[in-house]
């Protein structure tokens, strides 16, 4: 049986995952405050993050356990396997499946210069310890 691909995060839903994969497991009140930074007064409401939990759970994004009341969130995609899919989908719908073409693509648009793909790749060469 094959493992189904895993689901796009829309903006909202984003950095809500990005705060739960960097805290490991975090409660609705914990997230608040991660995605205002500290500041109290950018804090999102606690329905608006309850609700976008509910719907990442739906997609299969997250997992909670209860302690009473109390919801403590995890993930169940890693940050790996989802960085993954969203490159593949990058590589598939706008490079044609071709990695080599998104690498072009970032050596013509200067993202990368010679000097670092050629450190890429002596990194990739060289024996893992």
């Not at 995890?74 to 969203?86: G, I």
Request: net charge positive.
């Amino acid at each position: 049986m094959s493992k189904s691909p895993v689901k796009k995060l829309t903006k909202a839903e984003e950095p809500i995952m990005q705060c739960i994969w960097q805290l490991e497991k975090a409660t609705v009140g914990q997230i608040r405050t991660c995605l205002a930074g500290g500041d109290e007064e950018k804090k999102p409401a606690h329905s608006t993050i309850s609700t976008l939990l509910r719907i990442l759970m739906q997609k299969g994004f997250l997992g909670h356990k209860a302690y009473g009341r109390t919801f403590e969130y995890f993930p169940l995609v890693t940050k790996k396997a989802y960085r993954k899919s969203s490159l593949q989908n990058l590589v598939s719908n706008y490079f044609d499946g071709s990695m080599n073409s998104l690498v072009s693509f970032l050596v013509k648009e200067e993202k990368i210069d010679e000097a670092e793909l050629k450190s890429l790749l002596d990194n990739y060469k060289s024996p893992k310890k």
